[in-house]
């Protein structure tokens, strides 16, 4: 847990508070914005105790989520009781693992829960908990890995559940020689049914997504909600391989539908429906083009 002599002056005094190892990845300010803000050198910080039950809560999840354990509480209770919130439910069959891990930069995982067996999307940190959780769910079939950065501790959730991992041929490196599936080329994959592979080269060579059940759209770091517009976003400034490659491969998600994006960094996105995403993926594509 984080150190009450590093503790940031900007915190609000009280129970909760960030120390100075925090590496600014929002994921508390994603699980608790009523509690958590963005300082002006760019980390989080403590700028509203949490006035009630349900505001302690996500405070104390935000302890359990935060990858660098730079949150800490005089509120231990809170905080053992937050552990059995993750994985914690978005949608029916689909939920946020939460343990997010420093290797991923706090990048977001999710858990499937479905008839022909379960999915992970990117890996957590192999917490105790969670590894616990998620044998009580019924395990872990696949690990659908999106891209090269968010890998984390995949081989330690293969060698407890024995899933098979499943990752672009293009993004394998070092610590993934040993996945079970290397997908190819850039045309969509149906690895089952209900889910079917989308290769997006851009944010890296072999990022891609994972549609499940044509309305949730598992994105990496391709695109994400954005805070501050209410829309969908992708950055320049985070396209490691090649903006182009990123631009087209966004057209093509017109050719698939959904209504949920659930990435890896920033915020969630659901639209009205599934003509809504269209017509804001369409806007998106506009203006990648003339930033190009």
């Not at 405070?59 to 994985?87: H, N, Q, Y």
Request: aromatic share 8%.
């Amino acid at each position: 847990m984080a150190r009450l002599e590093d503790r940031l002056p900007e915190n609000t005094p009280g129970d909760f508070f960030v120390d100075s190892s925090c590496i600014d990845c929002d994921t508390c300010r994603q699980i608790a914005p009523a509690v958590y803000a963005q300082s002006a050198g760019e980390q989080s910080f403590v700028h509203h105790q949490p006035a009630g039950a349900e505001e302690r809560r996500r405070a104390a999840m935000a302890v359990i989520a935060c990858p660098t354990s730079s949150i800490g509480s005089l509120d231990r209770a809170a905080v053992k009781d937050a552990v059995r919130e993750f994985p914690e439910p978005i949608a029916p069959g689909v939920a946020y693992c939460g343990f997010t891990s420093e290797s991923s930069f706090g990048a977001s995982s999710y858990w499937i829960g479905r008839p022909g067996g379960n999915v992970l999307v990117d890996s957590p940190r192999a917490a105790r908990p969670l590894m616990k959780r998620l044998d009580e769910l019924g395990g872990v079939r696949l690990m659908f890995l999106t891209h090269r950065d968010d890998v984390a501790d995949h081989q330690r959730f293969h060698e407890v559940f024995g899933c098979d991992r499943i990752l672009h041929r293009r993004d394998v490196g070092p610590g993934t020689t040993s996945i079970e599936r290397a997908i190819e080329g850039d045309d969509p994959i149906a690895i089952d049914p209900d889910l079917t592979v989308i290769p997006l080269p851009g944010h890296t060579r072999g990022s891609a997504a994972l549609l499940y059940d044509e309305t949730y759209l598992f994105s990496g770091d391709h695109l994400w909600g954005d805070e501050g517009s209410g829309s969908l976003h992708a950055s320049r400034s985070v396209c490691w391989y090649s903006w182009a490659e990123h631009t087209r491969s966004m057209e093509r998600l017109l050719d698939h539908w959904f209504e949920w994006v659930l990435p890896g960094h920033g915020r969630r996105y659901r639209a009205r429906s599934a003509a809504a995403m269209r017509a804001e993926i369409e806007r998106l594509v506009k203006w990648m083009r003339t930033a190009a």
